[in-house]
Structures are given as structure tokens and as C-alpha cells.
């Protein structure tokens, strides 16, 4: 199956300028493409993962990355999604953020050899001539238009900066640059960059008069629209240090059946055809399909080692109820216990199984908590310091499991 195709298949093409001559190209020849990053936090997440898959896609099938990194337009930030303007960060911090990009990257993509290209679009757009670049450039865009775009509409009630307003000019002249320097022909992101796709596009036919093109692929969500990456610590990091492999694997192990067999073909190299055999299965059998999602996905991200190490500690505990040494574990100061030891509220969030004690005590009083196996029921359950010294293992609901130790 060809490139397109198979994106296709896989449920991942959402918007194309034109699909047609965008199936052409991909199907026929080889192109260079290019997918824009912002260094918004110090390491990719899942949301940024669907866009990893398709450029990893569109390398097998012979065509070059470009992953451009927004040394430049992280300093003003995209206003798309958001209903406040974003943090201004620092130079230091947005390239150490670019540094932390680029490692994890190279993971996934192959770079040698001028397989793959790293940009920074720091390179033109920080010392760039501002009347210059308003003749040149701002001319070609209508803020009328802007204004209209998605990205900018649903900030016009809260406000919206002549800073930010700005954003998408400065990411259009990036498709502009890159067409003239690296004979790129195609914008990819996820379908919340619809509009700026578009005017790097029109930038480039009004400029130069060339056609390219932009493609938009479908974002990480639920079956029900919810983003998906989010958990009550937070984003699901892919650096290991930030979400540990064993929390990475619970998560993909956790999914919705309605989004399993989603999961498995944006996020997978598995073939459609096996995918479809894991699509047949119902109830308690979508086990098994919710577990090689987390195996294949953490197998990507974090090598077959930790992958493996998860898949036994979740089995080990799921079918044992029993500890296991791949479990997440928290440490907890001793300067934190009272004489009888510590309240269960208090152990949940400083694990992260709840994000406030009102929540931990909601759990414990729905019967979502136990400890050692033991169903706790009391909010006012006190942890003892012997427990935490053996390692206490506190079950959230039915499937997530934490240890608790005491610090030595």
C-alpha cells in the first residue's frame, strides 16, 4: 500500500489543499516535507507523537523530513487553542527546550545521512528587518482573513495581542523560507494548524508564485472529543524521566475499548491486517488488543528493554494483585509521618493517584482505593510507618497501582 493510502487507511489524513496532486506526489515521486515544533515544554508528548508517526511514514516511503524547530516563533508562541496568551520563555530556556526536542527525535526519525533535516527558524526570523520584512511579506496577508481564521476567532472575546497576531505571518514565512532554500513543497501538522498551513501556502503563491501544499492530520482524541495525553499528574511526557516507561505503558493499557483499535493505527506499525483481527474482539478480550497498544507504543518510545520490563510488571500485578519491581514508587520523607503513621488522602496525592486530598477522599469513600489488597472505606485511614517500610502498595479503581516507601 502507498504512503497516502496507507494514511489514509490508518485514519490519519483530516484537511489537504489539495488532494489529488497531494496523493500524486506522495504516492509517485519523493518530496521534502516539513512539520513544525514549537519548544514549548523540555520534551515532546503524546500529542506530538501522530505527527512523529507520519513523518517516520513518509520517510519509509522514500520521502525527506524537515523538522523545523520554532526557535523564532516560540518566542512569540501559537494563540491556536488557547485562551489566554502563552508565557513568554526566555532564549536559554527555547533552546534547551530545542536541545531536549532534538534528542528525543532521533529516536524515531533516521537523520543520517540527509534522510532527515533539523531547522531552526531562529536562523531568519531574529534578525529579521521589520520594514523590510512588512514590505515584503505583510503585504500579502488580509487581517480581515486573520481575523476569520480558527485559530485567532475564539480569541477575540478574551483578547487577542498585535504579539500574537503575528504568529501566523512568521509561521507562514517559514513555508516561504524553506520552499526557497530547501525546495520544500508541503506543510504537515495536526488539523488545529489549518489556518496557518494555509497562509504559509498562500504565502508561497503570492510571493513566488509556486504551488505547494498543506495536509493536516487528525489529532489524538477520544472517542467522545476529549485530547487525549492527559492524566491527573498531568501531560504523558515522553521523556522517561517525566512519565516513567511503567506509567507510559499503564496509560496506553488503560484506553477506552471504543479508542483501542484507533490508537493501534496511528500510533503502531502494526499491519491493517492484523489490526483488523485485534477490531473483532469484544468485552474482556480487548485485553489483549489494550496490551499490545502499550507494548508496540512503548517499544517506540522507550526501546523493547523497558517495554518488556512494563508488560511484566503490569501482568505480574493484574494477575497476581501482587508487587512487582517495575511498579511506580514514590518515596515518602519520614519527616511527613505523625506517631501512627500517615493519612491515605495525604499518601495518594503526594504519590499522584489523586491531585487533592478532596479527590483522594471522594475515592476512598466511592470504594476506589485500597491498600495491600485491602478495600479501604474510612477517609480517615491512617497508612502505618510499618506498611510504608515494607512498601505499601495503594490500588486506584482497578487497574492503576502505585508503591509507597518509606525513605531511608
Not at 248 to 268: E, P
Not at 340 to 356: F, H, K, Q, R, Y
Request: charged share 25%; net charge negative.
Amino acid at each position: 500500500m502507498k504512503v497516502f493510502d496507507e494514511l489514509q487507511a490508518r485514519g490519519m489524513i483530516a484537511q489537504a489543499t489539495n488532494e489529488e496532486k497531494i496523493k500524486e506526489l506522495l504516492n509517485e515521486g519523493t518530496i521534502k516535507f516539513y512539520i513544525g515544533f514549537d519548544p514549548t515544554a523540555d520534551s515532546l508528548h503524546v500529542g506530538h507523537f501522530v505527527q512523529i508517526m507520519v513523518m517516520s511514514h513518509m520517510q519509509k516511503a522514500g520521502h525527506t523530513p524537515i523538522a523545523l524547530f520554532g526557535g523564532g516563533t516560540g518566542m512569540v508562541g501559537d494563540p491556536s487553542g488557547k485562551t489566554e496568551m502563552r508565557k513568554m520563555m526566555t532564549r536559554e530556556t527555547i533552546d534547551h527546550n530545542i536541545a531536549c526536542f532534538q534528542k528525543q527525535m532521533s529516536k524515531l526519525v533516521d537523520f543520517s545521512d540527509g534522510k532527515a533535516l533539523m531547522v531552526n527558524n531562529a536562523d531568519w526570523l531574529l534578525n529579521l528587518n521589520y520594514i523590510e520584512f512588512l514590505r515584503e511579506i505583510g503585504v500579502h496577508f488580509s487581517v480581515n482573513r486573520m481575523l476569520a481564521a480558527e485559530c485567532y476567532k475564539q480569541r477575540l472575546e478574551r483578547g487577542l495581542s498585535f504579539f500574537e497576531l503575528n504568529y501566523m505571518i512568521m509561521q507562514s514565512y517559514d513555508f516561504l523560507m524553506l520552499h526557497r532554500t530547501q525546495n520544500c513543497v508541503m506543510e504537515l501538522g495536526g488539523d488545529d494548524q489549518w489556518s496557518n498551513i494555509i497562509g504559509g501556502v498562500e504565502l508561497v503563491r503570492r510571493a513566488d508564485g509556486q504551488d505547494v501544499y498543506g495536509m493536516t492530520f487528525a489529532l489524538l482524541q477520544t472517542s467522545d472529543g476529549r485530547k487525549m495525553g492527559k492524566t491527573e499528574k498531568g501531560a504523558v511526557w515522553l521523556d522517561p524521566e517525566k512519565t516513567p516507561p511503567y506509567d507510559f505503558f499503564q496509560y496506553w493499557r488503560n484506553v477506552d475499548d471504543a479508542d483501542v483499535v484507533k490508537c493501534m493505527k496511528m500510533l503502531t506499525f502494526l499491519p491493517l491486517e492484523e489490526i483488523g483481527e485485534y477490531e473483532k474482539l469484544e468485552g474482556a478480550a480487548l485485553n489483549a488488543a489494550k496490551e499490545k497498544l502499550a507494548y508496540e507504543v512503548t517499544s517506540l518510545i522507550h526501546g523493547k528493554e523497558e517495554a518488556d520490563k512494563a508488560l511484566k510488571a503490569a501482568r505480574s500485578i493484574f494477575t497476581a494483585g501482587t508487587d512487582d519491581e517495575n511498579m511506580p514508587a514514590t518515596e515518602i520523607d519520614p519527616s511527613a509521618l505523625t506517631e501512627n503513621g500517615i493519612a491515605l488522602v495525604d499518601l495518594m496525592v503526594m504519590t499522584g493517584l489523586a491531585p487533592s486530598k478532596g479527590e483522594a477522599r471522594r475515592l476512598i469513600q466511592q470504594g476506589g482505593a485500597s491498600v495491600n489488597g485491602e478495600k479501604i472505606a474510612d477517609a480517615m485511614f491512617i497508612v502505618s510507618r510499618e506498611q510504608l517500610e515494607a512498601g505499601a502498595v495503594i490500588k486506584k479503581g482497578k487497574k492503576v497501582y502505585h508503591k509507597a516507601l518509606l525513605k531511608q
